[in-house]
């Protein structure tokens, strides 16, 4: 397989997970991810994307998402996108509060063997908790 085969089977991949994945079609995580994956350093497996998702999806029953960028070099992945939804059921330990919310989030994945082992993630949880009410409007950014 070619760089530019791999490049843009990379891509697909990413697709499919941050739009139909991250919507509910979670079967598709034993092809994308490897059973050591590692998430910002900590071994999750293929359970650790899979439960985050449905974690998301308990909080956020009408999510949906918009990639914003991303590209492959190598073996490596970098996304940036814009996930949505109403928070109608409770997500880290905050209940449902029935407000909107769009939150930036970012992911660089490292394949290996042909399939993600190390993902590297930051999600502007500070915007999160502001739009949904957890934190007051009197706190703001640094």
């Keep these: 397989m070619t760089d530019r085969d791999s490049s843009e089977r990379y891509l697909q991949i990413?697709?499919?997970?941050?739009?139909?994945?991250?919507?509910?079609?979670?079967?598709?995580?034993?092809?994308?991810?490897?059973?050591?994956l590692r998430t910002n350093g900590v071994q999750v497996g293929v359970a650790g994307p899979v439960t985050r998702i449905r974690d998301r999806l308990a909080g956020f029953a009408d999510l949906s998402t918009r990639i914003e960028d991303m590209f492959v070099s190598g073996?490596?992945?970098?996304?940036?996108?814009?996930?949505?939804?109403?928070?109608?059921?409770?997500?880290g330990g905050v209940p449902a509060t029935g407000r909107p919310v769009e939150v930036r989030d970012t992911a660089i994945w490292h394949f290996r063997d042909g399939k993600v082992a190390e993902i590297l993630t930051l999600q502007d949880q500070f915007g999160l908790l502001k739009q949904i009410g957890y934190l007051p409007d009197s706190v703001h950014a640094a």
Excluded: N
């Design 14 to 36: 990413a697709r499919a997970w941050f739009t139909d994945g991250w919507t509910g079609s979670l079967a598709m995580a034993g092809d994308i991810f490897s059973q050591d």
């Design 75 to 91: 073996d490596k992945l970098a996304v940036t996108l814009i996930w949505r939804g109403t928070h109608t059921g409770g997500y």
